[in-house]
């Protein structure tokens, strides 16, 4: 804060805070199923009508539309589920690349887009990634690679 504001500050005799906290430009991205044209125009209409929107891309195929501008996640889905009537959520999926498991179950959605997977805590799905020691002798048990893993083969 540079020292004007600052005297500007001691010297104001307006009541209540006069700094009101800006909202950060963000680009959120929102799920909602469009089947037609008329769907996307809709969509598009009630997004663009938001006070603070900068642009509106909408991937009809992908049923995602991204907002970008000076607006809150949480306004941009209840905006778009009152004005078309339609199920909007957050963006649920991240890039197939990013998660660990991309298969194990509650990460993979069949109704995802391609190359996307559904996004989960890590650590909820970490008995994945180390075995126990009795799932690891069970497995090895029958192994190729152990000469004795079976006698009766």
Known sequence: ????????????????????KRKQLQTVEVKVKMDCDGCERKVRKAVEGMKGVNS????????????????????????????????AEIWPYVPYDVVTHPYAPGVYDKRAPSGYVRDAEQTQYSQLTRASSTEVRYTTAFSDENPTACVVM
């Open 56 to 87: 509106v891309d909408i991937e009809r195929k992908a049923s995602k539309v991204t907002v970008t501008g000076y607006v809150e996640p949480n306004k941009v889905v209840s905006r778009i589920a009152h004005h078309t009537g339609k199920k």
């Open 1 to 20: 804060m540079g020292a004007l504001d600052h005297i500007s500050d001691l010297f104001d005799c307006s009541s209540g805070s006069s700094h009101k």
